[in-house]
């Protein structure tokens, strides 16, 4: 997989998180891994600051549930009016997660 096929396979995947629910960029990394060949949560977060705008980028966070950085108000609003379970500031992965294994 080419680097530009790797952003639009990130890119594509978190198009498909419902509404509610939310991906680690771990999770992201992992769910795409034996594909591309990469596994990084760096890179994937790379790519949603770089390229993220147009797919709903509020519903990727880090493993600890921690909104987008510099974004944490309209991610908090985004989830909140989708109806994503929050702890705090953070969204609740125990509850919220979804993989794409899981379908729609």
Known sequence: MTPDEYVEAVLALVER???????????VA???????????????GSI???HGGGVPWHRVVNAAGRLPPGHERKARERLLAEG???????????????SPDEGM
Do not use: N
Request: one cysteine or more; a positive charge; proline letters at 9%.
């Open 17 to 27: 998180i419902p509404p509610g629910r939310a991906m680690s960029y771990g999770a």
């Open 30 to 44: 992992d769910a795409l891994a034996e594909r591309s060949g990469r596994a990084s949560p760096r890179l994937v």
């Open 48 to 50: 949603m600051a770089r």
């Open 84 to 98: 994503c379970p929050l702890r705090g500031d953070r969204v609740d992965l125990a509850a919220a997660s979804w």
